[in-house]
């Protein structure tokens, strides 16, 4: 993307959350009726925004955010370039947003707990924070046996953690727990801190592990307190490779 449509999607996704004002409002609306009509890309585009916009309009009323989140969004928006500063947080916001609605159909429903929807929405921001880095990738899990909601994998070389994240997860069965696990030629190893169960449905996981010595990566059913060897084949399964 050259730096022209860089600056044609800033103003699209400010036109889209209703950021605008101005001299950018009165370039968008040029934009919107001479440009974006003949563009491909950027009709694409506008959808996309439009369509997190939509998303966002859905979620429920916002609860103030906890006094250690705002300097962490205030200090994700000062590492911005000066040249940038004004509209391109904005961008990253709905950038993030968009890949999370469409890779891992998350939303922002965080559930009826206050204290509890604030520690997802701060992992939520740093799954958002990741995938703006550079190298970031990330890795769709595949559900198998019953399960049927999809999981998504974050890293890359200039991340810190890796984080799997999914919506609409089912509960294990009594007495289980689900556990990650990651392999290399075959052969699986529990990750540390990577057993978990899903609150209402949403999983966010930050986890300190490096995932480039490994070539898959593996969620299973498993006894709650068990340290097993080897991965369960029984219960919902995810399943990707790295």
């Not at 891992?104 to 929405?121: D, H, T, Y």
Request: hydrophobic share 40%; charged share 20%.
């Amino acid at each position: 993307m050259n730096e022209e449509h860089e600056r044609i999607e800033e103003l699209l996704a400010g036109y889209a959350l209703l950021g605008l004002s101005g001299e950018d409002a009165i370039e968008a609306d040029r934009l919107l009726s001479e440009h974006v009509p003949s563009c491909p890309l950027c009709r694409e585009t506008t959808a996309g925004f439009q369509a997190v916009a939509g998303e966002l309009a859905l979620a429920p009323t916002p609860v103030v955010p906890p006094e250690l989140l705002l300097p962490r969004i205030r200090r994700s928006i000062a590492d911005v370039p000066v040249r940038r500063r004004r509209s391109a947080s904005l961008v990253a916001v709905a950038a993030s947003l968009a890949a999370l609605l469409a890779l891992g159909g998350l939303s922002l429903s965080l559930g009826s707990r206050v204290s509890k929807a604030e520690a997802q929405r701060g992992k939520l921001l740093d799954v958002m924070q990741a995938l703006q880095r550079p190298g970031a990738n990330h890795v769709s899990l595949q559900p198998q046996g019953p399960a049927s909601a999809g999981m998504m994998e974050v890293s890359g070389p200039s991340l810190e953690h890796m984080y799997v994240v999914g919506q609409d997860v089912p509960e294990p069965a009594p007495g289980n727990e689900y556990r990650l696990w990651l392999g290399s030629g075959g052969t699986f190893q529990p990750v540390e801190g990577g057993t978990f169960l899903p609150e209402n449905g949403l999983v966010v996981l930050e986890l300190t592990v490096d995932p480039s010595r490994y070539d898959e990566i593996l969620i299973t059913e498993e006894p709650v307190g068990s340290n097993p060897s080897t991965p369960s084949s029984d219960g919902h399964i995810w399943h990707a490779g790295l």
